[in-house]
């Protein structure tokens, strides 16, 4: 079954989550910022909703995904966005939220 979540909500839902681990604000808004880039690129393909593999093509369009894994060292920029992307399918992650709340994933 192909798992879907709304853009605006999913964003929101990520922010918690990683103010329940207590990121720092600036590692919140260098999330976010990425997240942002990656709402730009739903938008220009016309998808609201979000999937996992809008997140591995976003990462490949951007970053060379999976290729750059190659390099060494990664940079930090290539780094930050990847890691960005990979916790909206991290299941300590959002799943995690979603079971502890019931919201990030809606039915």
């Known amino acids: 079954m192909k798992r879907e979540i709304r853009y605006s909500k999913l964003c929101e ?3 918690q989550f990683l103010i329940s681990l207590n990121y720092s604000e600036g ?3 260098a999330h976010k910022r ?4 990656l ?3 739903l938008e220009r393909k016309g998808i609201a909703n979000y999937n996992v ?3 591995l093509a976003y990462l ?3 970053v ?7 390099t060494s060292p990664l940079s930090g920029e290539n780094r930050a966005i990847i890691r960005a992307i990979r916790v909206l399918k991290i299941p300590a ?3 995690l939220l979603f079971q502890q709340t019931g919201t990030a994933i809606p039915e």
Do not use: M, N, Q, S
Request: proline residues 3%.
């Open 13 to 15: 839902d990520v922010e």
């Open 27 to 29: 590692a919140i808004r």
């Open 34 to 37: 990425h997240l942002k880039k």
């Open 39 to 41: 709402g730009e690129f």
């Open 53 to 55: 593999v809008d997140g």
């Open 60 to 62: 490949h369009e951007t």
């Open 64 to 70: 060379d995904y999976p290729d750059v894994l190659k």
């Open 93 to 95: 992650g959002i799943a």
